[in-house]
């Protein structure tokens, strides 16, 4: 009996200590963290329309950009982002030759797009509002992309991913990328508005 006893009290002791609590990837965010942009898992892309009947589609092959996150689900995390012109692409050599002249982006002058965050806000489960500060060539004006969120996740080698998709349009005219000519019914060749389409994915740094 007294062995019973001592058995009972040595598993009531045990049921009583507390289970190390379990780190969920949501509660990582919590934290003050910095993100690098995976560039291999990320396309920056853009449409504009072409002689008002089509689209044109174009993407940047070499960027950068960080993620700075303040708070849960990424709510006020700093943005920014840079764009390297120069690998601008639009599977026509002749266009792109164009698209870096001084006509529309200046690339040998004006190397580099800029873009620098103000707020990033949540409207819905999922779904975000970020401003920014957007400069091409020597031109800075205040723009915004929708935001969707597609969540957090460890990849097969321990690194946390977070992953976004974004959409914004501005006016092309606006950042002095001007160059256009009409045809001959009185169109234009090349749109004003351009329509930016970013998939991303980040990485946490350790």
Not at 21 to 43: F, G, I, L
Not at 97 to 126: I, Q, R
Request: proline share 2%; glycine share 6%; aromatic share 10%.
């Amino acid at each position: 009996m007294i062995f019973i006893a001592c058995m009972l009290l040595v598993t009531a002791a045990s049921a009583q200590k507390k289970t190390p609590p379990v780190k969920s990837m949501k509660a990582e965010t919590t934290a003050p963290a910095k993100w690098s942009v995976d560039a291999a898992h990320t396309s920056i892309k853009f449409t504009v329309k072409h002689l008002s009947v089509s689209e044109v589609e174009g993407r940047f092959k070499t960027f950068d950009g960080t993620v700075e996150t303040v708070g849960a689900d990424f709510v006020d995390a700093k943005v920014n982002f840079t764009v390297d012109v120069t690998s601008i692409s639009t599977d026509n050599d002749m266009r792109d030759k164009h698209l870096k002249s001084d006509d529309f982006f200046n690339a040998e002058k004006y190397p580099k797009m800029n873009f620098t965050s103000v707020s990033f806000k949540k409207t819905t489960t999922g779904n975000y509002v970020l401003e920014g500060d957007l400069t091409i060539r020597d031109v800075t004006k205040r723009m915004k992309f929708a935001v969707t969120y597609g969540g957090i996740i460890l990849d097969p080698y321990g690194n946390t991913k977070a992953g976004f998709k974004a959409i914004g349009n501005i006016s092309r005219k606006a950042y002095n990328l001007k160059w256009n000519t009409l045809t001959e019914a009185g169109g234009v060749v090349v749109g004003d508005k351009v329509t930016i389409l970013l998939n991303l994915e980040f990485s946490k740094q350790k």
